[in-house]
């Protein structure tokens, strides 16, 4: 059966894709620099400090407005996101709106029904995840210094680069700066693919989000993709005290010191309502098993045809086999009375009369 194409962009685009590849081969440079405790203490810093300006900043706050900032507050906090190295607020809000509107279907920009890969990496690859769609983030696009931010998202990066170096020397670039960056996609990515996969349902909703403490840990407070898919406007993710939210404990220091203002948190009914376990019916699961069931139903339906197919051949083959036979039978008996008919007249031309009773007629 031919290959359907592949939707408009959707091909991987391997030569603007080269950098953010080849830079998975920095952290290999440990092999030379070596591992010394200080290098690895600002991979960790870098890790969990970025970590903090992609899930309060690029996500809670440029994103989702769950909070407010003043504007030089606001200017820090993109400065900060884009030192992840996970390009500009802009195209980061514009790309997370787009996945909450589309969530779980084919238009979703990551969507985890087309499977792990894609949803954590492949959309990142291909060439129609390169453009800001403005036309999503107008209320940040009227700040020329975060246009700015979005369209220069390498000065963040190469200034923490320097920095790293000016530090650690080479091992704090590489494991500093390198090793730490490629762990911070990847984690950030988790939310992405798995986030929508492992976990535990909590909240009936449209998509199939999940709570996970793996992934909460490794991102900040993340990991409660099901509590954000239910309540999208909340600074806070973590709806319970149990449930580890550090980027919410951080914004919640600077709400203190007047730095956030108006921190959006899912109210005693909010957390209440819509509850997998109160009996509610799951759509976001059954829409997924349904678009699941439905695609391997379509498979086994091609297949099945096919075997069909194979059969009739057969069949076909068969009979043409046996019609063959036939005509040879028939010819043979009808050359057989022939050559009968052929000796009989011959006798009766002779006159002969037939020796030990055996008659012709
Ligand atoms: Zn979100
Ligand atoms: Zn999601």
Known sequence: MPKPPEPTGERINWISSAPFLA??????AMLWTGVPAR??????????GRMFFITAGYHRYFSHRSYRLGRSAQFVMALGGTTALQQGPLWWAAHHRHHHRWSDTERDVHSPIRGFWWSHLGWILCER??????SRVKDLAKYPELRWLNRHDWVGPLALAVGTFALGGW???????GLSTVLLWHGTFLVNSLAHVVGR????????????????????????????HHYQASARQSFHWYQWDPSYYVLWLLSKI????????????IRATGLVRAGHFDVGMFRTRWHVA?????IVGVEVADALAARRQLLEDGIEAARHDLDAYVRAQRLAFEELAAIRRAVRSLRLVPVGGLSLR
Do not use: Q
């Open 129 to 134: 995840s390169g453009a800001t769609d403005e």
């Open 201 to 228: 349902r909590r909240y009936v909703t449209s998509d199939t989000s999940r709570n996970s403490l793996v992934i909460a840990l490794l991102t900040n407070g993340e990991g409660w993709h099901n509590n954000h």
């Open 294 to 298: 439905t695609v391997r139903l379509a």
């Open 23 to 28: 830079f998975h081969l920095i952290p290999l």
């Open 171 to 177: 091992a704090g670039l590489v494991i500093g700066f």
């Open 39 to 48: 290098a690895l203490a600002m991979c960790a810093a870098l890790y969990f």
């Open 258 to 269: 007047g730095i956030v203002r108006d921190l959006k948190t899912p109210t005693a009914t």
